[in-house]
């Protein structure tokens, strides 16, 4: 157990809807990054934030958005969905901001979406 | 462009025999690397870390090579077990920005009894 949660673990829903992710990072955790895994592909970074800000954005579509509230847990709304979102989305945390501590995120359980 | 290459992309073995994954990145100012083990539909956990002046790390039945030069690494799984069934994925790091953090597609390997 990473100390990294997910909610929900699966979700499915339709074309067109909107849906929202929920992550708790590690305690003490600051960074909070967002991924995404298509069936048989390599693990997408989309977005990071630290502290509440986005520090880096990575391949993420203008469809879906993320932020972090104080209380440092984060959020990835995706809206407009398509066949295509349908995806393992993970959740990871990490200390720092990026760069330090040789970089080690710990990863949450992940989110699978289907859209049908 | 920065990229992180592995292979191969699946190895199926027998259970008690070893093996070698290869990781080959282009990734530059290489700060670096890492190997996450990915049980089916869970996440990433971390094996092994190095960076430029570390030639080889171990942890437990698995050894990781480095070479900056080539830019090559290898991960070693020595009497493989059936639990080792899962993908193998090299993330090399570029300094400070999540951005520069590059995923290799993973090696999928199976243990079979």
């Known amino acids: 157990d990473s100390g990294v949660t997910q909610t929900p673990k699966h979700l499915i829903t339709a074309t067109g809807q909107r849906v929202t992710l929920r992550c708790s990072p590690r305690?003490?955790?600051?960074?909070v990054y967002w991924y995404q895994q298509s069936l048989d592909q390599g693990l997408q970074f989309l977005i990071q934030y630290y502290n509440g800000e986005e520090r880096a954005k990575g391949n993420i579509l203008e469809r879906f958005s993320a932020q972090q509230f104080p209380d440092l847990h984060s959020e990835l709304n995706l809206s407009s969905l398509e066949l295509g979102d349908s995806a393992l989305y993970f959740c990871?945390?990490?200390?720092?901001?990026?760069?330090?501590?040789?970089?080690?995120?710990?990863f949450g359980p992940g989110t699978r979406l289907t859209v049908l | 462009k920065n990229q992180v290459e592995q292979s191969p992309q699946s190895l199926i073995i027998l259970e008690g025999k070893n093996c070698t994954l290869q990781?080959?990145?282009?990734?530059?100012?290489?700060?670096?690397l890492r190997w996450y083990k990915q049980d089916t539909g869970r996440g990433p956990v971390s094996l092994t870390i190095m960076t430029f002046s570390e030639n080889t790390k171990s942890n437990g039945r698995y050894t990781a090579t480095l070479d900056a030069d080539t830019k090559q690494s290898s991960l070693h799984i020595t009497a493989s077990q059936l639990s080792d069934s899962a993908s193998y994925i090299c993330?090399?790091?570029?300094?400070?920005?999540?951005?520069?953090?590059?995923f290799g597609s993973g090696t999928r390997l199976s243990i079979r009894p």
């Open positions: 990871a945390s990490s200390p720092y901001p990026a760069g330090g501590g040789g970089n080690e995120q710990f």
């Open positions: 993330v090399v790091s570029s300094y400070s920005s999540a951005s520069k953090i590059i």
């Open positions: 305690s003490g955790d600051l960074s």
């Open positions: 990781c080959n990145y282009t990734v530059s100012p290489f700060s670096n």
